[in-house]
């Protein structure tokens, strides 16, 4: 039998994992207008290239990295820059953007480097190349690939893994595209263990997804010179899997903090950076299009969708069919676990929009009451911690005490709440604790 890997706590959606399932790509058309936020990384927002009125093409640069963090970005269309200007945001506040008006030429800029063999690449170059391309580490954590590798060119990963999990419902982009492109991705992983200086690589995939892994090994057997030390781990279907801590502690099986994976010389990437890499170093391309899955109430076509970076959500929505409804009651971005719910829908996809769902009046209620002290939330916690714990020594506002219990060690994966029969407000109270005591969560560029 195959061994699987796991963590301790977490959630079994076995039963919920048809609602994503892996499916072929569509490409939705190019809007007549894109939105591209300044910041769709950690660290500081990226410095403006273009002026008012100028004329782009598609994957040339509009703003470049200022610092550490950063991350350069590109435009997804080619056409006039129509407003720089503070915008909408998912996140509810307005962001610094770009405007560019699709003149629907998509005429494609030439201006980036390519390498005629990666396989001669320093490590630095690779950084390089991740860096101009605008490429994240991890989509759901914002991470920029170059600044993550470049954590390593000092001291050499002891382990990389490619993570291709997937383990909220409203969640499938990931592994569609590692089926939809997988000889570029193991490529891309080849390109990634180069300049981390990792012994091995070892992709990491659910078990219900064996036909992918089939697909990566058949790859791995057909070229054992390029792909020595390469391998595939199945891991099991847990919510939530997917986030790279969890990865290196199923993987390693040992404590580890999500501060502590570069310094444990600990490398995890997304299939998406594998991908990305991949085009950048061969041909050139920025990452300015990605796949976001659509699902939920109201939407005709749910599935996968390839879309402009910069394509408002309303504009995506239409594309699948959206037939909102008097029981429409929330659209959220980044899943159904993790996600956060949209005050409006003329706010654009970004480098870290997963998927969207639309969620209606059969979604639970979110109604607090008093904890009846269970512990399910202290059962299923991955990072196990004791929520209710923390949420009790907030409410009494002794933020000393919150911070014995650690919860700047928190990965907000939305267990402990999915769990709580009286809908305490845990993230509310973890997040506020993690910002208020003395143990306050650092932002943690190398996860
Ligand atoms: S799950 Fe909810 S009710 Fe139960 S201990 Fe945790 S906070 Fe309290
Ligand atoms: S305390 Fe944090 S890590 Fe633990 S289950 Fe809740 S959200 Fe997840």
Same mark, same amino acid.
Request: net charge neutral; charged share 20%; proline share 4%.
């Given at each position: ?14 039963? /919920? ?20 936020? &300044? ?5 500081? =927002? ?9 004329? %782009? ?17 590109? #435009?997804? %269309? ?7 200007? +503070? ?5 509810? $506040?307005?962001?610094?953007?770009? $405007? ?7 005429? +494609? ?5 390519? #390498? ?14 991740? $860096? ?14 170059? *600044? ?20 909220? =419902? ?29 012994? +091995? ?28 030390? *390469? ?28 501060? +502590? ?19 950048? %170093? ?10 976001? #899955? ?50 409006? &829908? ?5 480098? /870290? ?8 009046? #059969? ?5 607090? /009451? ?18 209710? $714990? ?14 014995? *219990? ?25 997040? *506020? ?15």
């Amino acid at each position: 039998m195959t061994k699987r890997y796991t963590f301790s706590g977490g959630l079994d959606f076995s039963s /919920e994992l048809n609602r994503s399932a892996v499916s072929a790509s569509t490409a939705v058309p190019a809007p007549a207008v894109v939105t591209v936020p &300044l910041s769709m990384h950690h660290g500081k =927002p990226a410095r403006i290239l273009v002026r008012l009125g100028e004329y %782009v093409k598609k994957g040339q640069p509009i703003a470049d990295a200022d610092g550490r963090g950063s991350c350069n970005v590109h #435009s997804s %269309v080619s056409g006039r820059v129509s407003a720089i200007d +503070s915008l909408p945001h998912h996140s509810g $506040r307005l962001e610094q953007s770009i $405007r560019i008006e699709n003149n629907g030429l998509d005429s +494609s800029w030439d201006g980036a480097r390519l #390498s005629s063999d990666w396989r001669e690449c320093a490590p630095d170059e690779v950084a390089a190349f991740a $860096r101009d391309a605008g490429i994240l580490a991890d989509d759901r954590c914002g991470v920029p690939l170059g *600044f993550f590798l470049d954590a390593f060119v000092s001291h050499k990963a002891e382990n990389l893994f490619i993570n291709l999990c997937e383990s909220d =419902p409203a969640e499938s982009a990931r592994r569609s595209l590692a089926v939809a492109r997988t000889a570029d991705m193991v490529a891309g992983a080849a390109i990634i263990r180069k300049a981390t200086g990792a012994p +091995s690589c070892i992709f990491c995939i659910s078990e219900s997804d064996r036909d992918l892994s089939a697909s990566v090994n058949q790859i791995l057997e057909s070229n054992t010179d390029m792909y020595t030390g *390469f391998s595939v781990a199945t891991m099991k279907n847990r919510f939530p899997q997917d986030i790279d801590v969890l990865i290196a502690r199923a993987m390693l099986k040992r404590e580890i903090r999500s501060c +502590s994976l570069a310094e444990n010389g600990i490398a995890v990437v997304g299939s998406e950076a594998c991908v990305n890499l991949f085009d950048a %170093v061969m041909k050139g391309q920025a990452f300015c299009e990605r796949l976001v #899955s659509v699902s939920g109430a109201g939407i005709v076509n749910p599935g996968v969708y390839s879309v402009r970076i910069g394509t408002s959500v309303a504009y995506l929505l239409s594309v699948c069919g959206f037939r909102p409804s008097d029981d429409t009651v929330k659209v959220a971005v980044g899943g159904l676990m993790r996600g956060t719910a949209l005050s409006e &829908l003329d706010v654009p996809v970004t480098r /870290e929009t997963t998927s969207i769902i639309v969620l209606d009046k #059969s979604f639970p209620a979110e109604q607090e /009451e008093w904890c009846i002290r269970c512990g399910a939330c202290s059962d299923v916690c991955p990072m196990r911690l004791t929520p209710e $714990r923390i949420a009790a020594s907030v409410r009494r506002r002794d933020f000393s005490s919150a911070a014995e *219990f650690h919860p700047d060690y928190c990965i907000m994966c939305g267990a402990c709440a999915y769990v709580c029969p009286s809908r305490v407000n845990l993230l509310n109270y973890i997040g *506020f604790a993690a910002h208020t005591t003395a143990s306050v969560k650092k932002v943690d560029y190398v996860r």
